[in-house]
């Protein structure tokens, strides 16, 4: 009987362990830091990393990619339990923390590399994406700017951006303020 429940016991915990399904979906929303605590919040999200996408220099740094010199965003790689939280609703947090109308970057980040970016890895994504889009111009009658791009390949960021707002709490809340962000937030999305 033992042996039986031992065995029962090991099927169950190996079932158990495989409904884990992790994927990866990318977003570029100005600062990576402001970016990274949205998402680190959700149920379901597993880690987030601070980096690059869409650009074309391999392995570039953040001086290169702020100076505009790589075509990169700055972007944010959310590794996920889509079992416990789908892409649609990362998608839905990734809109409530930009603002889709400013073409120049995000809050007081300026430039090309702090423009907002929904990236997409197969058409089902990008359906979703175009759908909310269709849906906020219609909501504001405004046109979003955000762009939206495929998906090819993530460089992480130098390690003193990863987690910058939890190991940095105080210049990060400080540099959030003076950005204003949750007051444009507050005021785009009540």
């Given at each position: 009987?033992?042996?039986?429940f031992?065995?029962?016991?090991?099927?169950?915990?190996?079932?158990?362990?495989?409904?884990?399904?992790?994927?990866?979906?990318?977003?570029?929303?100005?600062?990576f830091?402001?970016?990274?605590?949205?998402?680190?919040?959700?149920n379901?999200?597993?880690?987030?990393?601070?980096?690059?996408?869409g650009?074309?220099?391999?392995?570039p740094?953040?001086?290169?990619?702020?100076?505009?010199?790589t075509?990169?965003?700055?972007?944010?790689?959310?590794?996920?339990?889509?079992?416990?939280?789908?892409?649609?609703?990362?998608?839905?947090?990734?809109?409530?923390?930009?603002?889709?109308?400013?073409?120049?970057?995000?809050?007081?980040?300026?430039?090309?590399?702090?423009?907002?970016?929904?990236?997409?890895?197969?058409?089902?994504?990008?359906?979703?994406?175009?759908?909310?889009?269709?849906?906020?111009?219609?909501?504001?009658?405004?046109?979003v700017?955000?762009?939206i791009?495929?998906?090819?390949?993530?460089?992480?960021?130098?390690?003193?951006?990863?987690?910058?707002?939890?190991?940095?709490?105080?210049?990060?809340?400080?540099?959030?303020?003076?950005?204003?962000?949750?007051?444009?937030?507050?005021?785009?999305?009540?």
């Amino acid at each position: 009987m033992s042996r039986l429940f031992i065995i029962i016991l090991v099927c169950l915990l190996t079932q158990t362990a495989n409904t884990s399904e992790k994927d990866k979906a990318y977003f570029a929303g100005g600062c990576f830091w402001c970016v990274e605590e949205s998402f680190e919040k959700l149920n379901g999200v597993i880690e987030v990393i601070s980096g690059y996408a869409g650009g074309t220099t391999e392995n570039p740094t953040y001086k290169e990619v702020t100076y505009g010199k790589t075509g990169h965003f700055e972007v944010v790689e959310v590794i996920y339990d889509n079992k416990k939280i789908s892409y649609e609703e990362l998608l839905k947090n990734f809109w409530i923390n930009i603002d889709p109308f400013d073409a120049y970057g995000q809050f007081c980040d300026k430039g090309y590399s702090y423009r907002s970016v929904a990236f997409y890895k197969n058409l089902n994504q990008k359906k979703l994406i175009l759908r909310d889009i269709k849906n906020l111009e219609k909501k504001f009658d405004k046109k979003v700017v955000t762009y939206i791009r495929e998906f090819k390949k993530f460089f992480k960021a130098e390690d003193y951006h990863q987690d910058f707002y939890k190991i940095k709490f105080q210049k990060y809340i400080k540099y959030k303020k003076a950005c204003r962000r949750e007051e444009i937030l507050k005021n785009i999305w009540q």
